[in-house]
């Protein structure tokens, strides 16, 4: 069964440093997401890319992130200058396309990315 | 905005009996889809069942079944026969028709008693 996978399974970091966190979505999918889970709290909701775009991100999102698919198989999370507070689960998830252009589908969610930031 | 309620952040259950996580939302939309997701100490994320608005019909996969109450903005999952390796945290998710973010509750922990 095709399913999301996410690489490194766990990143150490020092605060101010650049992260990549690499996803390869489900072959046939078109929808692609980021959600991070600080831990022991809920999962939120990053940021969503169709058609080499985003289409939407949330308030969590700023200018010291960005989401790029650099080719056709890989899409990545970007973090410029980490923080501490950016310590977390950082999951990558995907969806396929349905007929009629809506995009609700069911997303699947990769393992995870586990950053820490020291 | 929309927003997504799990009253219960533990429950127990013994082996082999019924429980039921509950679930409750508000949004003014008509369309829209709910999930539960499950996260096991691995902490991945895996779809258990999903549900659209617009279908009267609950929603079963095998032991996993839910009640979707439309008006009373309730979404429940049952689980029937637990199993150990049903132990994980439950997160219920709410999505709108068309709008690709999932927003998540804050989720339920599932303990089985063996």
């Known amino acids: 069964e095709p399913e999301v996978t996410q690489t490194p399974s766990h990143q150490v970091t020092q605060m101010g440093q650049e992260v990549i966190l690499r996803c390869v979505p489900i072959?046939?999918?078109?929808?692609f997401y980021w959600y991070r889970q600080i831990l022991g709290q809920k999962v939120e909701f990053l940021v969503s890319?169709?058609?080499?775009?985003?289409?939407?991100k949330s308030e969590i999102f700023d200018d010291q992130f960005s989401v790029e698919r650099p080719d056709g198989s890989n899409f990545t999370l970007k973090i410029r200058s980490t923080k501490l507070e950016d310590s977390a689960m950082y999951f990558c998830?995907?969806?396929?396309?349905?007929?009629?252009?809506?995009?609700?589908?069911?997303?699947?969610f990769g393992p995870g990315t586990r950053l820490t930031v020291l | 905005a929309q927003t997504v309620t799990q009253s219960q952040p533990e429950m127990s259950v013994q082996e082999a009996e019924t429980v039921t996580l509950s679930c409750t939302y508000d949004?003014?939309?008509?369309?829209?889809?709910l999930f539960w997701y499950k996260q096991p100490p691995s902490r991945q994320m895996i779809l258990v069942i999903r549900?659209?608005?617009?279908?009267?019909q609950n929603a079963t996969e095998n032991r996993f079944s839910v009640n979707f109450q439309k008006a009373a903005k309730s979404f429940s999952l049952k689980i029937s026969d637990s199993q150990l390796g049903d132990a994980a945290m439950y997160f219920c998710a709410y999505s709108s028709f068309g709008n690709e973010k999932l927003t998540f509750g804050t989720g339920t922990r599932l303990t089985i008693i063996p």
């Open positions: 890319f169709y058609n080499n775009e985003i289409s939407e």
């Open positions: 998830a995907s969806s396929f396309r349905l007929a009629g252009g809506s995009s609700t589908d069911t997303q699947y």
């Open positions: 072959s046939n999918h078109l929808y």
């Open positions: 949004t003014s939309e008509s369309d829209y889809y």
């Open positions: 549900q659209e608005a617009y279908k009267q």
